[in-house]
């Protein structure tokens, strides 16, 4: 009875916010939870700097998403996962009115907001990190591993090697190299599989946060001799790696990281030792990117852009932050298609549209993100919408793209998020929704 | 006047020995106690529940453990997260593998796994003390990571190493809103205060201090170390055992191993340093101190930047924010090094006098 009449009230108050937000011009709301200080400050800084300037970028160019307003408000999370519910939390009422999808950029505060996504209806993204079984939808029907997952991207780099290996690598020795968290934890299985179908021999070896210290690691790497390093690290432990590969003599050139594993702040410290080296990648670095070039002349050229120091903007992680607002701002479009055009979309509504993402590369190209980012179909069963990367290699300078767009191997990796999304869906005591409805 | 205990005899031994023998203390805490289970759970919000409320009193459990090992028994500990992280998933494991049994019971479970594995650990305190000590907690705290990392077993299998708790049913009531976790938090940790204020004060807690105070003069008057330190080390650890299983189901509803890092055994131990080492209130002072202050900056700094008119970005509020942080500890520190809760002592003493100090 209690339930009920808290219910209605909810349902009163929200509607009578709902006439308020009416009332007042549409505004789109951005609750940001960024962090530009803390371990990975200077991580975050890029990203963030990328994602609120294209947010910015939207407002000034087309006078924000068919004519509304983005408005938005950061909350530092220091990368911490306690720090991030505080933001969450904070953020939450402002969010119910209209809200576009949160970015934690923090597997840990993610998977802490999953269950607290979907009870305050506002979705969650995790652009490349993340729960990864979440893209099973009907599970998870607020998170959204977008463009590619871990798995897929382990995956990937397999297909990549068996490529240059000329479609063999039968007898082949892979040595995966990982942080030893869930983030490195998780391509395990992938690989596994991967190695079982392409019968290569898979030696897994962790390394302890923050792996500033790999001299045991890579003696065994040397005693191992492997054809190929796969290689899942995160902060200093990415340039530390580099140059313990350099002092035993391992080529470079035969190391692919991950995509956290792949950028300039990672090889401009390792100098010289970094040439070579490869990694993968779901967005492209540069400012070749129209894009990228047109957000440095709109919005850095009226004052408002977020970076202090500009020589960032076109790395990695900034268009990365750039690919990520493209992706919600695409979202809200497409909820905008369905819900009325010129309005504010509401959590549950973005949710839809980030459901429905069909992000062709003729559209791309309209926004002038070609290249920049995978094209991307989203569905009920399919959260993640592309599983494509690119590998791209350090020059000494820059990343070079040296491979088009490669997918992993779909029918060999969705499986196993199906069955983890299973098992999460009977811990948890819940009955997924059947996608088949939600067509 | 307002403090004043004169007219207040004791005519028997219970009434001495009870647990608030003051009568302003007696009425304090139960308005205290009336105002967190009746007043605020009808006003905070979400927000204050799930940000403020719950992190402040699992965190002060976990401090108010971490103070009877190290304030009362005098044996400095660097592994409460890891003790945390043993109750976590230690109250995850029970819930997964045994069928149908009660949440709560899988707490108390929880907490009684952490205080074996604390007894394993205190083992070296026989033989070790003070700063050598800490660093043999620090192998507790390194080794238990490890091996929740390890041994995927622990996790359930889960690729990640990530656990996600089961939900939260008590006698058939789902305790799913932020408000019925508070009160559910909230009823451990009062119990377990209690609990713990009426432990300091027995022959168990006399025994502990003497320990502290000088460990040869205690073993000289007939207390025996080994079962004494051994206890504190079990009761430190089901504390924190207790406040890890609350931490993962009550509060971030899914943990990873690394979570429960040495940085959260450092803000701990900090807890109890700027709460007041030896003391029960201390550690709810010291965990307020260390967790809501920054968030307080947090909304606090912004606002005054606008105020001013600075032009500060969001990076340079929270640099300012960590400084701000680190100076206020500074200051109460110098100001007051035995705590927060000794200021309370001596407002208490103050208050006994007024308005007539002499």
Known sequence: ?439 | MLYREAGQFKTSYAADQQLFPIRQDRIGILILLAVVFLVIPGVAGDYWFSAILIPFLIFSLAALGLNILTGYAGQLSLGSAAFMAVGAYAAYNFQLRIDGIPILVSFVCAGLTAAGIGILFGLPSLWIKGFYLAVATLAAQFFIVWCLTKFPWLSNYSSSGVISTQPLIIFGHAFTSPQEKYLLVLTIVAVMALAAKNMVRSSTGRAWMAVRDMDVAASVIGIRLMPVKLLAFAVSSFYCGVAGALYAFCYLGSVEPDGFSLDMSFRILFMIIIGGVGSILGSFLGAAFILLLPVFLDIALPWAARLLGLPFSSATVSHIQVLVFGALIMFFLIVEPHGLARLWQITKEKLRLWPFPH
Request: charge should be neutral; charged fraction near 25%.
């Open chain 1, 1 to 439: 009875m209690f339930k009920h009449r808290m219910s209605a009230l909810t349902a009163a108050v929200s509607i009578a916010l709902l006439s308020q937000a009416a009332l007042a011009a549409e505004e789109q709301f951005f609750p940001v939870l960024s962090y530009r200080i803390g371990p990975y400050g200077a991580n975050g800084q890029s990203f963030f700097g990328g994602f609120v300037d294209y947010l910015s970028y939207v407002n000034l160019k087309e006078n924000g998403i068919n004519g509304v307003k983005i408005t938005w408000e950061e909350c530092e999370t220091e990368y911490n996962n306690a720090k991030g519910i505080e933001c969450y939390e904070r953020m939450k009422d402002k969010a119910a009115i209209s809200t576009g999808p949160i970015h934690p950029m923090s597997t840990g505060i993610s998977y802490a907001l999953i269950d607290k996504t979907v009870a305050d209806k506002i979705p969650m993204a995790m652009v490349g990190y993340g729960r990864t079984d979440a893209v099973d939808g009907s599970v998870f029907p607020y998170a959204f591993p977008l463009v590619t997952t871990y798995q897929m991207q382990a995956s990937a780099i397999i297909r990549f090697l068996k490529e240059k290996e000329k479609g063999h690598l039968e007898g082949k020795k892979i040595v995966f190299l990982y942080h030893d968290s869930a983030y490195g934890k998780e391509p395990i299985v992938a690989l596994q599989e991967e190695a079982k179908l392409n019968k290569f021999e898979l030696t897994v070896i962790p390394v302890a946060h923050p792996g500033n210290e790999q001299g045991a690691q890579w003696l065994k790497i040397r005693q191992e001799n492997p054809d190929y390093v796969v290689f899942w690290g995160w902060g200093v432990m990415n340039q530390t790696a580099i140059k313990a590969a350099q002092k035993i003599g391992f080529s470079r050139d035969k190391i692919v990281g991950s995509w956290w594993a792949g950028s300039e702040e990672d090889t401009v410290p390792a100098g010289d030792a970094a040439k070579g080296y490869m990694s993968a990648t779901w967005n492209v670095a540069g400012k070749d990117v129209p894009l990228i070039a047109d957000i440095e002349k709109v919005v850095y050229g009226a004052g408002q852009g977020n970076l202090g120091d500009t020589s960032k903007i076109g790395t990695i992680l900034y268009n990365r932050g750039v690919s990520a607002a493209v992706l919600s701002i695409e979202a809200i479009r497409k909820a905008q298609e369905k819900y009325g055009k010129g309005k504010a979309m509401t959590g549950e509504q973005v949710r839809w549209g980030m459901e429905n993402l069909d992000i062709s590369d003729a559209r791309l190209k309209e926004i002038g993100a070609t290249n920049l980012l995978p094209e991307i179909k989203t569905s009920c069963d399919n959260h993640e919408g592309s599983g494509k990367i690119k590998i791209q290699q350090w020059d000494g300078t820059q990343w070079v793209v040296v491979s088009g767009w490669i997918e992993g191997n779909k029918g060999l990796i969705h499986p196993l998020f199906k069955a983890s999304a299973e098992q999460y869906a009977k811990e948890k005591g819940m009955t997924p929704r059947d996608c088949a409805k939600e067509m």
